[in-house]
Structures are given as structure tokens and as C-alpha cells.
């Protein structure tokens, strides 16, 4: 026989107990911890970053998932992405933007938003060698990210000796490019007093 809980001056039949107490206005995850149902189950861990077409380099220094115009990563309950930005490779990560929507294009689709995340809707871990960001979705909500990712700037290259930068000096010779009058005898001075 179904139920009947008449509370606020209507009856309500065959409600579960999560139902019964939301309309008698407890509160659900106060009462009951268990209402909810398999929509919080995750679906694990995938990595991100080494296969073809997953992700690139947008400057030298700045790495994204995914085009802002594009379709974004499923982040389901509880998943845990291992985000790998190639090409940032030996370097610290300077930031992490994640941005999370409830669309899978939100750019493409009218009305659609996203927002920053935060919370335990997108927890960040990066590894010690910063090779790997850990992101995680600790909530049952399922949504869709997309991660930016800065680097330290590679530092300065310093040019090579024969690239031409700077007079080329045949020591052997004793014979310089032009760019200068030092000989054999004055190089040999310049290394003593080193």
C-alpha cells in the first residue's frame, strides 16, 4: 500500500522517503545522507595532454585543453583528470585557470555560461616536477572544463659562438675578422691575467 503523508494541507501518495522529506521541508542531506542515487559515482582517472589533438600550446609560455570555441573535457562526478601540458615541460607552473560549464560548448550555445572554477567543484594539485596538473571534481555534479595553464618563461638563449654574433678571431693565425686588432699575443695576455 503506497504511502500518505499529508502535511501543508495536501496529500502526496507513493513519494519515497527523500521525496517525503523534501516536501515536509527537512532537509534532505541533514536526515538522510543516502538520497542520492548513482549520480555520484565516478568514473575514475583519465590522462590528458599526450595523445593527438589533446591540448597545445597557445604562446610559448601558455598551454589550453581546448579552444575557448570548442567543445570542452567531460568532468564528471568525482572524476580526476592527470592534466599533461606538453611543452611546459621544465618549467614551473606560474597558474592554473579552470573554467567549468554545465555545457559542452558554452561559447556555442545561446544562452549557455561558464565560470571560474573553484571549490571542490575543481581541485588543482600540480606534481613536484610540474609535469602533471591533478584536477579533481569533488562534487556530484557533472560539468565540462577547460583548463589554462602558464608557465615561467623560458629563459634567454644565449647565442652560440659561431652564430656570428661578435668578431671571429683565427688565433692560429693570427688573423681577425676585421672587427678588431687584437693578434695572437694579446689573446694569450687576455688569458694570463684571467
Sequence with gaps: MPSVVRTKKFAVRGLSACAWLAVAGIPIALAVPGCQGRECE???????GYGPGEGHLVTADIWESTPNYANWL??????LWGI???GLEGRDILRVDVYYSADQNPNATPGSNYTIGAGNGAIEQISP?????LLSNATCAPNYVRI??????LPPTVPAADSGVGPAINVEAGVDSGATDLD???LDAADASD
Excluded: C
Aim: proline share 10%.
Design 129 to 133: 616536477d610540474s609535469r602533471t596538473v
Design 74 to 79: 567531460a568532468f564528471g562526478p568525482y572524476h
Design 148 to 153: 589554462v595553464i602558464q608557465a615561467d618563461p
Design 42 to 48: 565516478s568514473d575514475g582517472y583519465k590522462d590528458y
Design 84 to 86: 599533461h601540458p606538453v
Design 184 to 186: 695572437a699575443a694579446d
